[in-house]
């Protein structure tokens, strides 16, 4: 911990970050139950990604009438436009709900925690922040995102380049003019997919550099009618409980059934008419796509064939078609025309997965010996997913264990929720939780409600600090990898694996046991009194031994 001579404020709970999760954290623990929460956000608003992400193209690809809270008065009022809601829309919502819940008087802006240290002694956290300020607090959430640091590769000659160079996650709020320009976009994620065809329309020239072409359905994007939102209202409370009980917190498109089980050729139809209307419902055909290598080429090869249907140069289909892993390991992305954007006369993709991008240079890009020109680059190269946020936090817990050597082998967690040795910190949709393999609205209210509910259950037993056991959380770690190992998605270099991140460990981010058992795992071990967790009480201390003595 740095010296400083500010006197800290003292709070029941601080909170790291101002997005979604920040948010209803701020209105369940100050509104719902009267605790003071104080929570410390980067941006100069609320909003998190979608304070950061508004790079052209840039919508939801969960249904927004459920990628949003499912409180009644909330939901009944707002209506939203499009069935996937653009970046401006979801940022209009957050808004008129942090006035609605009045959360903003609880958030210091422009604010980023700099370092928080548990003080063993009076069990709580302080926190420090880039403003000099400190805080103090029993408990520390982590509403961080996992999806908030931007990967920005290091090309050299990066800073010589003459014009602007923009990340897709930190796109400028006043927005970008590319009129007349030619613009490189790095990357093909769901960031580069979404923003190139938008891009595509107003530059004079768009060159696209590919290292690994990715799977990509359409979205089937379409307004909302006043008849569809009028239904949705009237059954929300049954369709958010339905949804609670799905393997990705969302109803949709259910499985034919095993590859092994179902006619191929009405398989083919039914990826036919999923590819027209369902976006995501593309993968979920067979209820195997992502355990059998047989189903899974099935459903590639579906994909590749359209992109050898849409796009008109067979050499830039032929660069376009995924080979290198199986679809659905990396996230599927939704996208508006991405395919039929390579078909328009100013665009051009360049592979450099044989030859990398060799540096920038004050004009442009140089791959191999070809020396491509620019007025402005981006970057659609992704993040440093689920533990970047954290790592780059100096958190010191018991024992001034340091949360990023801890996590160093890779991230380790029990539910997702909290860590061996770092007591009273709490991580909204942690690694270890199915929340990115899920509508993240779904997996956010279910953290922040399960630790509301462990915060009275807290307060009530007069336990002054938790802690996730050793053996409890070792148990976990090897579930999650258990699980994922049965599946086909280590096959793919992505960053559910922290591969995209030069040196992060390659361990499986996320539950694969589905949110549905995955909520009932959690309900039960608050319904059994908390089990895997360490409690202590004033007169009783834990120690790194203490792991029978968990209270049940
Ligand atoms: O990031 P990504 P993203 N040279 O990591 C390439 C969510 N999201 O921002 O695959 C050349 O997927 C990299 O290449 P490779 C969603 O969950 C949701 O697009 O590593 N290329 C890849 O093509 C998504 O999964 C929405 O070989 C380089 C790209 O950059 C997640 O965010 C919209 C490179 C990065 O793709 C991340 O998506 C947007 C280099 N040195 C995002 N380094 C919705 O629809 C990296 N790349 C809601």
């Not at 990705?248 to 083919?268: K, T, W, Y």
Request: aromatic share 10%.
């Amino acid at each position: 911990m740095s010296e400083t001579t500010t006197a800290p404020t003292r709070h029941d709970v601080v909170v790291i970050g101002a997005g979604f999760s920040g948010m209803l954290l701020i209105h369940r623990l100050r509104d719902g139950l009267g605790y003071d929460v104080k929570a410390i956000e980067r941006g100069e608003d609320v909003g998190g990604t979608w304070f950061w992400n508004r790079y052209p193209g840039a919508r939801c690809d969960f249904e927004s009438e459920f990628y949003s809270y499912s409180d009644n008065e909330i939901q009944q009022e707002w209506s939203w436009s499009e069935r996937y809601a653009a970046q401006p829309e979801i940022l209009e919502y957050i808004n008129f709900v942090a006035d609605r819940w009045d959360v903003r008087r609880s958030i210091d802006f422009d604010t980023s925690v700099t370092a928080a240290t548990f003080d063993e002694g009076r069990n709580l956290w302080v926190v420090e922040t880039d403003r000099g300020a400190r805080l103090e607090a029993r408990y520390l959430i982590a509403a961080t995102g996992n999806l908030s640091v931007p990967s920005e590769p290091t090309f050299p000659g990066m800073e010589s380049f003459a014009g602007p160079i923009h990340h897709t996650g930190r796109w400028p709020k006043d927005g970008v003019d590319f009129t007349g320009q030619r613009v490189a976009v790095i990357g093909t994620g769901s960031s580069g997919i979404q923003s190139i065809p938008v891009i595509a329309e107003q530059a004079a020239e768009l060159t696209v550099f590919q290292r690994t072409a990715t799977f990509t359905v359409p979205a089937a994007n379409r307004p909302l009618t006043d008849r569809e939102r009028q239904v949705t209202k009237a059954n929300y409370p049954v369709l958010r409980e339905a949804a609670k009980h799905t393997r990705a917190g969302i109803l949709g498109e259910q499985p034919m059934g095993s590859f092994a089980e179902v006619d191929l050729v009405l398989a083919r139809g039914e990826l036919e008419r999923r590819w027209r209307t369902t976006g995501l419902g593309v993968t979920a055909t067979f209820n195997d796509t992502l355990v059998s290598e047989e189903a899974n080429e099935f459903v590639s090869q579906f994909v590749r064939d359209k992109i050898n249907q849409i796009v008109e140069d067979p050499a830039t289909a032929k660069l376009l078609e995924p080979h290198d892993y199986p679809i659905g390991t990396k996230r599927l992305a939704l996208d508006t025309g991405y395919y039929e954007t390579y078909n328009r006369p100013n665009v051009r993709l360049v592979s450099v997965r044989q030859t990398p991008i060799d540096r920038f240079t004050p004009r442009g890009i140089v791959v191999g010996d070809h020396e491509y020109e620019f007025d402005a680059i981006v970057l659609a190269t992704g993040f440093d997913a689920v533990t970047g946020a954290l790592e780059r936090i100096d958190i010191e817990g018991r024992g001034a264990a340091k949360l990023a050597e801890a996590w160093a082998e890779g991230a380790t967690s029990y539910l997702g929720l909290a860590v061996h040795g770092f007591p009273n910190l709490f991580t909204v949709t942690g690694p270890g939780s199915p929340a990115i393999l899920t509508n993240v609205l779904a997996s956010i209210e279910h953290h922040v409600e399960w630790i509301a509910d462990y915060l009275e259950f807290l307060r009530r037993e007069g336990i002054v600090r938790t802690e996730a056991d050793a053996a409890a959380q070792a148990g976990w770690v090897e579930q999650v990898a258990e699980l994922a190992g049965h599946t086909l998605y280590p096959k793919a270099a992505s960053w559910y694996m922290g591969v995209n991140v030069p040196g992060k460990p390659r361990v499986f981010l996320a539950y694969l046991g589905g949110f549905g058992t995955y909520r009932a795992i959690c309900s039960k071990v608050a319904a059994d009194g908390y089990p895997g967790f360490l409690h202590t009480t004033p007169t009783h201390e834990v120690t790194d031994h203490d792991s029978e003595r968990v209270t049940s």
